[in-house]
């Protein structure tokens, strides 16, 4: 009887004791399974990020190797890193930036238009992490590397680009930089990035009286065209003579409209005063074979007698008594007034000659870093900023690319970051 008593309660035992076991094994493989689940999906998330992130910034599907290095890098907390090894991908330049920069090279805007000096060079700035405000300033311009065997560069016409485009060439690799001034007859000190290429000059010099290249250049770089920059207020001793008094008979309307732009405008375009796009307008009358011209020191225009082009008296008639452009001197009247909200460097003195001083002028404005990052957003969040958090991204960014040099990778990737997860 003390024999079975005994048997039973080691039964009895040994079974609680393989249950015990029984449920510290089962809430083991729970626990590993849960483990598991929550280490797969910390890794879904950091590839999907990295996805999402890579498909913002180069517009391509990236190589799973790349996917799991950026992942890794999410993962260690470095995100500008990740968005950084996104922008190795060849198709963040001939592509993303491409069309990024194309749409300022033309008049219609066009982002389906042909590679040109204008596009490569901001293409070629961004990857070297040049100093951004230099497209406007530096005597700079970026071609194709001498070792692909490219038409040359020609101040005629865009065969070089197009050659590049035609070809299909990596423009990670095959750009390099150069003088503007040793390829297209410029003077060093008359070289102005972007607003001197070829590609500029034949949009906003053609015709015309130079002020297009002023007003694209605001649309393009400071993210502003001249309606909103209306003022009455400034003086208007600097209106050329092609603008009417009294339009219509109408004194009003120049008071009220006319002044209010060109007041501003003519005294800052008169930096361009030099500057030409000569072609056979007969032969060529859309300027396919034209080039840019400059008039040089000794140099003078038969319509002027001076060095400033005739374009600039041109319906001289209009108001005789009106502003007769003597030479390429320029004055900033908007740092006085409402225009003051550009934000414009008060270590600069806000006047100067020619192309290149204009173009630092404009380049060290508030309003030109803001434009920066307002057109990166809209290329990599594909929506223009709405609310406050976006607003408050975008001043944050805008604060960064300052204090970086003006690398415009790194409002890339910034941005990219920022709208990774939409």
Not at 89 to 98: D, E, I, R
Not at 178 to 191: I, R, W
Not at 394 to 408: D, G, R
Not at 412 to 419: H, L, M, P, T, W
Request: aromatic residues 10%; charged residues 20%.
């Amino acid at each position: 009887m003390k024999q079975r008593l005994r048997t039973i309660k080691s039964l009895s035992l040994l079974s609680y004791n393989g249950k015990k076991m029984h449920s510290k094994t089962l809430m083991s493989v729970l626990a590993l399974g849960v483990f598991s689940l929550f280490s797969a999906n910390v890794a879904a998330g950091s590839l999907e990020q990295a996805k999402q992130l890579h498909d913002r910034i180069a517009g391509v599907a990236a190589s799973e190797t790349t996917l799991q290095n950026m992942a890794a890098l999410l993962d260690d907390g470095k995100p500008i890193e990740a968005a950084y090894l996104a922008m190795e991908t060849p198709a963040f330049y001939s592509t993303t930036l491409k069309l990024f920069a194309t749409p300022w090279t033309n008049i219609d805007q066009d982002i389906f238009a042909p590679l040109n000096d204008y596009s490569a060079t901001v293409i070629g700035a961004v990857r070297d992490d040049v100093d951004f405000r230099d497209i406007l300033q530096a005597d700079m311009v970026y071609v194709g590397k001498n070792s692909l065997n490219l038409p040359g560069y020609n101040r005629n016409n865009n065969d070089h680009y197009q050659a590049l485009e035609d070809q299909f060439i990596d423009l990670k690799d095959g750009l390099e930089r150069t003088t503007q001034s040793s390829v297209n007859g410029l003077p060093a000190d008359a070289t102005a990035g972007v607003l001197t290429s070829r590609a500029a000059a034949k949009e906003f010099f053609y015709l015309g009286t130079n002020r297009a290249m002023f007003r694209f250049t605001l649309m393009n770089h400071l993210c502003t065209d001249l309606e909103p920059l209306k003022d009455n207020t400034r003086p208007t001793d600097r209106i050329r003579q092609d603008v009417s008094r009294s339009p219509g008979g109408d004194s009003r309307l120049f008071i009220n409209n006319c002044s209010s732009c060109h007041s501003g405008m003519d005294p800052l375009a008169q930096a361009f005063a030099f500057y030409e796009y000569e072609f056979n307008r007969d032969q060529d009358p859309t300027g396919e074979a034209g080039a840019i011209a400059y008039n040089t020191s000794g140099q003078t225009d038969p319509a002027t007698g001076t060095r400033v082009q005739g374009k600039y008296h041109i319906n001289s008639t209009s108001f005789p008594f009106g502003y007769a452009t003597p030479n390429d001197r320029w004055n900033n009247y908007w740092r006085e007034g409402p225009n003051q909200k550009l934000g414009w460097d008060n270590s600069l003195s806000g006047q100067g000659s020619g192309a290149k001083s204009l173009g630092q002028e404009l380049a060290n404005s508030n309003a030109f870093a803001q434009c920066q990052v307002k057109k990166v957003f809209k290329t990599v969040c594909l929506r223009d900023a709405e609310s406050q958090a976006d607003i408050a991204q975008m001043s944050a960014t805008t604060t960064s690319f300052k204090q970086n040099s003006y690398q415009l990778k790194r409002v890339f990737a910034e941005v990219g970051n920022y709208c990774m997860g939409e």
